[in-house]
């Protein structure tokens, strides 16, 4: 069925695809194996937050392993050094690290690989997207890390959440710089990407409506990254107070953001990974709305998936068969529920589903990344269980 049939359909999609329309699911045969990857004697895994493979077949890891630093200047504290990105070849051998000492690897989310090769990294406490070119040398730098951050005086009141305020300003700011260029910088008015546990209500006085990022490059515990067919740059914004998806060219220059912090259709509550098809159509995991959403590539919404469960992490496949894998991951509170990952198809319907949540092998705790190249191998990086898991599907699930 050609995608363009498919968005003729929206008024069904946004009706949402419930999981009561499909009762049985599929069970998919699969094994997967814990230990795929042979880090030195000398390295373990943190927790994993993203996993990632080039068109060669090397794998990158990026891993809560590091040995985190924090500075003290009166009550200005200044973090760093929480996150370790290591590479392996093919076979699972080690071959080195890239960004060792980077700056804003602070807090690892996500690692993606783009068509071209590079690596992306998406770091949620420094608030920054780094690409680098394949030998591993930083290219392009979008968000900002902040040098550091005020600590009120113990018993003071918590400052007052900036006002949001009016209708979203057109034209931000220059989204990103390249290595050797002028910096990245935020549009007047916005504060350098703080990396706040908890994030104040209202937005942060940029522009647009309460729970909206600011129009400009300035993030708020970003989430993912994806691109499109033209190399246009998206990233989830995402656990702060942006709640957005902000768009850039290929070369960083901001684009356009869409989203706000809510329940309504268009709107998120936790935004926490993103994919694009082959058609240019972008699928967003709206987590604390138990949804995926579907928008094109100018935040028109086509679409909603509400099968499955709680999407933390989603993936698509290359060719030309595109499938999505998502998973439904297990809050840290409570492991032994839930866990599975679900094949769908990009109409919504689930075509099967495989694992469950724990600790053994073919089970799976806090999947926060999936990478799927093609329809039977995926890799999937678990928080929870500490550990890189490589997946090997045997059957293509349910097509009728």
């Not at 690409?131 to 730098?141: A, C, H, K, N, T």
């Not at 918590?158 to 935020?186: D, H, K, S, T, V």
């Not at 809050?331 to 053994?360: C, M, N, Q, S, W």
Request: hydrophobic share 40%; aromatic share 8%.
């Amino acid at each position: 069925m050609k995608r363009t049939l498919q968005i003729s359909l929206a008024a069904a999609l946004l009706a949402g695809v419930s999981l009561s329309a499909q009762l049985v699911v599929s069970e998919l045969a699969y094994d997967a194996a814990i230990e795929p990857l042979k880090l030195p004697g000398s390295l373990n895994f943190g927790e994993v937050a993203g996993v990632a493979t080039n068109s060669k077949g090397d794998v990158f890891v990026y891993t809560r392993t590091g040995h985190p630093t924090l500075s003290l200047g009166t009550a200005r504290p200044f973090a760093h050094g929480g996150s370790r990105m290591f590479r392996f070849d093919k076979t699972g051998k080690y071959v080195g690290e890239i960004g060792q000492g980077v700056y804003a690897f602070l807090f690892a989310e996500k690692v993606k690989v783009d068509p071209q090769d590079n690596i992306w990294v998406v770091d949620q406490m420094s608030n920054t997207v780094m690409e680098f070119d394949p030998e591993g040398r930083l290219v392009m730098l979008l968000g900002r890390k902040a040098e550091s951050e005020n600590v009120p005086a113990r018993g003071a009141a918590p400052p007052a959440a900036p006002a949001g305020g009016g209708a979203a300003g057109g034209g931000g700011a220059a989204a990103g710089a390249r290595a050797g260029g002028a910096p990245p910088q935020g549009a007047a008015g916005g504060r350098g990407g703080g990396a706040d546990a908890e994030a104040p209500a209202g937005g942060r006085g940029r522009g647009g409506p309460p729970g909206a990022g600011g129009q400009q490059d300035v993030f708020n515990r970003p989430t993912d990254v994806a691109w499109d067919a033209a190399g246009n740059i998206y990233v989830a914004d995402g656990l702060g107070t942006n709640s957005r998806i902000a768009k850039f060219d290929k070369n960083g220059k901001f684009v356009r953001s869409w989203g706000q912090t809510g329940t309504a259709l268009g709107q998120f509550r936790q935004p926490r990974a993103i994919a694009i098809d082959a058609q240019g159509l972008v699928y967003v995991a709206d987590a604390g709305n138990r949804r995926i959403q579907v928008f094109d590539g100018d935040g028109n919404l086509k679409g909603r998936f509400l099968n499955v469960g709680t999407p933390r992490a989603i993936c698509i496949t290359s060719g030309p068969r595109q499938v999505m894998y998502v998973s439904n991951s297990n809050v840290p509170e409570d492991i032994d529920v839930e866990g599975e990952i679900y094949k769908v198809d990009l109409t919504g319907k689930i075509l099967g589903k495989f694992g469950h949540a724990g600790r053994l092998a073919k089970e799976f705790n806090g999947v926060n990344q999936l990478e799927c190249r093609t329809e039977n191998e995926l890799w999937a990086a678990e928080i929870g269980n500490w550990r890189v898991s490589k997946i090997t599907l045997r059957g293509t699930g349910s097509t009728n």
